[in-house]
C-alpha cells in the first residue's frame, strides 16, 4: 500500500474506524510508530490470530516484535492507566521494554482531579438543558481529556510527564493546583474531600519512578530518526470530523486529532509526512453527541449496531450508526491531505437488498450543497440527500482477493473513490489482521468480475 519513509494512519469520520487494525498491518513496513494527540479516551482494537486486544495509549505497533512505539508531545497521558495498559500487555507475553516504548517528557499529565472536574461540567451542561436551555453536554468519556488540555493552554496549572521525575516540583506545583481545583469542584457540586497534594505528590512520583524509563525528549529523538532514514508510521486517535479546529464544533475532541496535528504533536515538520492512509468505515457511526445526519434510527441503523458489533472500546457505550456520509469523508481527506483509503467493515453491510450514500445535504432554506459544515448547529438542521446502491447477499468474511468481491461491492466501493477522489488501498472484510485485502495499486475503480 505504501513504501514511503513515513506514513500517517487518520480517521475520516468520527472515530471508531478501524484505525487500530491498518496500524498493525501497516506496522511490518515501518520501524517507528508514533501516537500524537488524544488520550485515554481513544480505543483501538486489534485481533492477532483470533486473540484480542484493547489498546488506549499504546500505539498499536507494539504488537508486532523489533518496532519503537513513541507517545509524542500531543497526547495527554494518565500515567496510572499507562501503567496498567503496560502490566496487560506484559502479562500476555508483549515486550514492552524502555527500549519499545518511549514517552514524551512534554506530555502533559491526566490528574484524578480532572475526570472529577470532566464528569461535573456533564452533569451541570446537561442538567441546564433539562431546564429548558440549549444542551450544550458533549457526551464525554470523563476521562478528564478535556481538561488536561485546558490545564495545558492555562500553563501554570499543568503537570507534564518530565515534572513526574522531580518529586520537589510536582509537590510544589500541586500546592497550589490543588487549592484551585478544590474550590472549583465545590463550586460544581461535587462532594469530595478537599484534594491533598502531598498524597497526590507521593502516589504520582511513585509512578514516575516506574515510568522513568520511558520518559524522554522524543521531539529530538524522531529528529534523529528521520535523519537515520528510519520509517515512521503516524497514528492518530478519533478522528478528523472530531478536530477541535476543523470538526463537528462544539461536539468534538479537545486535541488536534486530522493529519494537521501530527507536527505540533510530534516536532516533526509537515513535510516528513510522505503519505496519508484515510481510514474510513464502509457506513457511519457516532459516539456521544452532536450531529448526525445520516443516523438511521429504525432497524438498519440496529442491524449496523449489532453485525458491526458497534460498542465503544474504551467505554462500551453503544455507538449511534446510520448510513455512510460521502461528503463528510471527502471533506475529511481534503483536510488531512489523504493519499488512498482503506474501507473497513465491508462485510457488516451483507443481506442488505439496498444501501446508501449521502451525496449531498438539503439546507434549511432548500437549497443543495456537496459542502460539509463543521459547526454542530447548523449540521443539525440539513437533510441528507441519499444516492441509492443495490447491496449483496455474499459473506465476504473468506475473500481474500479484490476480484473476488460481488459486483455490487465493486459498485459501492468505486462510487465511494469517485465521490472522494481517493483510490481505495486497502478493504477490511473482518476484524482479523488476515481478514485484510491489499491493493497492489490503490485504486480509483476497482473493476470488478
Known amino acids: 500500500m505504501t513504501d514511503s519513509n513515513a506514513t500517517a494512519v487518520v480517521g475520516l469520520q468520527w472515530g471508531d474506524e478501524g ?31 483470533g486473540e484480542r486486544y484493547a ?27 499507562l501503567v496498567q495498559e503496560i502490566d496487560g500487555l506484559l502479562e500476555r507475553g508483549i515486550d ?109 512520583a511513585r509512578i514516575g519512578r516506574r515510568l522513568a524509563p520511558h520518559v524522554v525528549d522524543t521531539v529530538y529523538w524522531l529528529h534523529d530518526a528521520a535523519n537515520d532514514g528510519r520509517r515512521i508510521l503516524f497514528e492518530g486517535a478519533n478522528a478528523c470530523l472530531l478536530d477541535i479546529d476543523h470538526g463537528t464544533f462544539p461536539y468534538v475532541t479537545s486535541s488536534s486529532c486530522s493529519a494537521l496535528g501530527i507536527p505540533a504533536g510530534t516536532g516533526l515538520p509537515g513535510r516528513a509526512i510522505d503519505s496519508v492512509v484515510g481510514i474510513v468505515k464502509a457506513y457511519g457511526t457516532r459516539v456521544g453527541e452532536g450531529p448526525f445526519p445520516t443516523e438511521d434510527l429504525g432497524e438498519c441503523g440496529e442491524r449496523i449496531r449489532e453485525r458491526g458489533h458497534e460498542y465503544g472500546t474504551a467505554t462500551g457505550r453503544p455507538r449511534r450508526c446510520g448510513w455512510l456520509d460521502l461528503v463528510a ?26 444501501l446508501k450514500l449521502c451525496t449531498g ?13 463543521p459547526d454542530a448547529r447548523r449540521l443539525a438542521n440539513v437533510t441528507p440527500i441519499y444516492e441509492t446502491l443495490p447491496g449483496w447477499t455474499e459473506d465476504l468474511t473468506a475473500i481474500r482477493d479484490g476480484d473476488a468481491l460481488p459486483r455490487t461491492a465493486h459498485a459501492y466501493l468505486d462510487r465511494i473513490a469517485a465521490f472522494t477522489n481517493c483510490p481505495i488501498g486497502v478493504i477490511s472484510v473482518g476484524p482479523d489482521r488476515k481478514q485484510t485485502i491489499r491493493l497492489s495499486e490503490p485504486q480509483h475503480c476497482l473493476g470488478g468480475p
Do not use: W
Not at 23 to 46: F, K
Not at 71 to 77: A, K, M, Q, S, T
Not at 182 to 188: D, F, Q
Not at 361 to 373: K, Q, T
Open 19 to 49: 484505525k487500530g487494525k491498518i496500524v498493525d498491518l501497516l506496522t511490518a513496513e515501518h520501524d517507528i510508530i508514533v501516537r500524537y494527540n488524544g488520550g485515554a479516551n481513544a480505543g483501538h482494537t486489534v485481533v492477532v490470530d
Open 55 to 81: 489498546l488506549h495509549l499504546i500505539p498499536s505497533g507494539m504488537l508486532q516484535e523489533g518496532r519503537t512505539c513513541v507517545i509524542g508531545n500531543g497526547v495527554v497521558v494518565d500515567p496510572a492507566m
Open 96 to 204: 514492552v521494554s524502555p527500549q519499545r516504548l518511549l514517552v514524551s517528557d512534554r506530555a502533559h499529565v491526566v490528574m484524578p482531579y480532572h475526570k472529577e472536574h470532566d464528569a461535573a461540567m456533564e452533569r451541570v451542561l446537561a442538567d441546564a438543558a433539562g431546564q429548558g436551555d440549549e444542551n450544550l453536554s458533549i457526551g464525554t468519556t470523563k476521562r478528564g481529556i478535556g481538561p488536561t488540555y485546558a490545564d495545558k493552554v492555562h500553563r501554570s496549572m499543568a503537570i507534564r510527564m518530565g515534572d513526574l521525575l522531580d518529586p520537589a516540583v510536582l509537590r510544589k506545583r500541586l500546592d497550589v493546583v490543588c487549592a484551585i481545583r478544590s474550590r472549583e469542584l465545590e463550586a460544581l457540586g461535587v462532594d469530595v474531600p478537599q484534594l491533598d497534594p502531598a498524597s497526590l505528590a507521593d502516589e504520582y
Open 329 to 354: 469523508v471527502r471533506y475529511s481527506a481534503m483536510i488531512c491531505g489523504t493519499t488512498s483509503l482503506a474501507v473497513m467493515l465491508l462485510d457488516v453491510l451483507s443481506g442488505f437488498d439496498e
Open 361 to 373: 445535504y438539503r439546507l434549511p432554506d432548500g437549497s443543495v450543497s456537496d459542502r460539509f459544515i
